[in-house]
């Protein structure tokens, strides 16, 4: 008789569902097709293009809160942008590897590499060496890899300022900017930094506090595919 438990627990031979009390829906199609409808019953997307509406109804679904329309701000070409780059294969460059652990990978178009460099042991280096967070050296090494990618910055406003300084030094330019970093410090000067930049480079903001990896994996998944369910 074989054993019923493996190395991780028990086999999924040998589970048996709980004996369900609560009246609930449970297939995953249906949840989102109704989320997603519910959504856009209850919020005004009247301001946004369809595609720009997509994003938006996914990052409201990861908040919870259709209130956060009000604060999302599209640069007119970063739908465009952000698709186009990563249709051509452009990584994804991230702050935080909760972002990059996020990011489903059989949405992306064309195999697309997803890189955090938070944990390579040169960014505690240089952000000593350089005195800022490790978040913000992080993105210098990047490198040449920034030029024609895709950013999703959720987390740390000292990197989103730092990707911008790169930009104004002449440096490599990203094909679209996701800004969404959450906090109290910094959060909302950094965002209103990259949506008043004077680069033209194509962004996507949540003004204000809040932010974060959910918000911001939300609009990646969303960019990567135009198939909202997918």
Same mark, same amino acid.
């Given at each position: 008789?074989?054993?019923?438990?493996?190395?991780?627990?028990?086999?999924?031979?040998?589970?048996?569902?709980?004996?369900? &009390?609560?009246?609930?829906?449970?297939?995953?199609?249906?949840?989102?097709?109704?989320?997603?409808?519910?959504?856009?019953?209850?919020?005004?997307?009247?301001?946004?293009?369809?595609?720009?509406?997509?994003?938006?109804?996914?990052? %409201?679904?990861?908040?919870?809160?259709?209130?956060?329309?009000?604060?999302?701000?599209?640069?007119?070409?970063?739908?465009?942008?952000?698709?186009?780059?990563?249709?051509?294969?452009?990584?994804?460059?991230?702050?935080?590897?909760?972002?990059?652990?996020?990011?489903? &990978?059989?949405?992306?178009?064309?195999?697309?590499?997803?890189?955090?460099?938070?944990?390579?042991?040169?960014?505690?280096?240089?952000?000593?060496?350089?005195?800022?967070?490790?978040?913000?050296?992080?993105?210098?090494?990047?490198?040449?890899?920034?030029?024609?990618? %895709? %950013?999703?910055?959720?987390?740390?406003?000292?990197?989103?300022?730092?990707?911008?300084?790169?930009?104004?030094?002449?440096?490599?330019?990203?094909?679209? %900017?996701?800004?969404?970093?959450?906090?109290?410090?910094?959060?909302?000067?950094?965002?209103?930094?990259?949506?008043?930049?004077?680069?033209?480079?194509?962004?996507?903001?949540?003004?204000?506090?809040?932010?974060?990896?959910?918000?911001?994996?939300?609009?990646?998944?969303?960019?990567?595919?135009?198939?909202?369910?997918?």
């Amino acid at each position: 008789m074989p054993d019923a438990r493996t190395e991780d627990g028990p086999a999924t031979g040998a589970l048996r569902p709980p004996t369900r &009390r609560y009246v609930y829906g449970s297939d995953p199609g249906s949840i989102y097709r109704d989320s997603f409808a519910t959504i856009r019953e209850e919020t005004d997307l009247s301001r946004f293009s369809e595609a720009e509406s997509v994003v938006a109804v996914r990052m %409201v679904h990861a908040a919870g809160d259709t209130g956060l329309v009000s604060d999302v701000e599209f640069h007119p070409r970063l739908v465009e942008a952000a698709r186009g780059a990563l249709r051509a294969g452009a990584p994804v460059l991230t702050d935080a590897q909760m972002i990059a652990s996020g990011v489903t &990978r059989r949405r992306l178009p064309a195999g697309n590499d997803v890189r955090c460099l938070l944990g390579d042991p040169r960014t505690t280096e240089l952000a000593r060496a350089w005195g800022t967070t490790r978040s913000a050296a992080a993105v210098s090494l990047w490198g040449d890899a920034l030029e024609g990618a %895709v %950013v999703a910055i959720g987390n740390a406003p000292t990197a989103l300022f730092h990707l911008l300084e790169i930009v104004a030094d002449g440096g490599p330019r990203p094909a679209a %900017v996701l800004g969404i970093p959450v906090g109290f410090i910094g959060s909302a000067e950094s965002k209103e930094a990259l949506a008043a930049n004077p680069y033209d480079l194509p962004f996507l903001v949540v003004h204000g506090r809040r932010g974060g990896s959910a918000l911001c994996v939300a609009a990646v998944n969303a960019l990567a595919t135009e198939d909202e369910l997918a």
